[in-house]
């Protein structure tokens, strides 16, 4: 199967990167099935970043039945659940440590964070958070956390995005 990462690089040899920003699922190598999404992180990346001169979506193979592989210690949200919020929320405070290698659920994009915001604010209930998020389209994200998870992934190229 293909999966895709946006960036401002095009990226042969993935590593995990600290962010600054406390991503959803903490510090990994993040990437999507959806090039529309990788796309839009790549311009993301691109307009967020001094001398920055391309917005880049680099493209890798990995097993279909890499989600099965007993190898790796796998979490995966199928959906935007209680379960899937909490750890959300736990990882963009910084409170979140885990010992996955891979984890895959939906995205918590910045256009949903007003929603999620309105939840860590006693404004919402977790049932009405997660109602108010199933009506929007959630992209998928694979984030790998460490260099054997990264092993899974075999490059294929990359498509400058304009």
């Known amino acids: 199967m ?19 920003r ?11 099935t959806s090039l529309e999404q990788a796309s839009r992180w790549a311009v993301l990346k691109k307009n ?18 890499l989600f099965k592989n007993e190898n790796y210690n796998i ?10 919020l909490d750890f959300v929320i736990e990882n963009r405070n910084g409170n979140q440590s885990h010992e996955f290698d891979i984890i895959k659920g939906p995205v918590a994009n910045d256009n949903l964070f007003s929603t ?11 049932g009405e958070t997660i109602l108010r998020l199933k009506p929007h389209e959630l992209f998928d994200q694979i984030s790998f956390h460490n ?15 304009e």
């Open 116 to 126: 999620i915001t309105l939840y860590e604010s006693g404004l919402l209930s977790k």
């Open 48 to 65: 967020r970043t001094k001398n920055a001169d391309n917005a880049i979506v680099t493209i890798y193979n990995c097993d279909k039945k």
């Open 22 to 32: 406390n991503l959803d699922f903490g510090n990994g190598f993040y990437t999507t």
């Open 147 to 161: 260099r054997k998870a990264l092993m899974a992934l075999e490059y294929v190229g990359f498509e400058l995005i």
């Open 2 to 20: 293909k999966i895709y990462h946006g960036s401002t690089q095009n990226i042969k040899k993935p590593r995990i990167m600290t962010s600054i």
């Open 75 to 84: 979490k995966i949200f199928e959906h935007a659940t209680e379960a899937w």
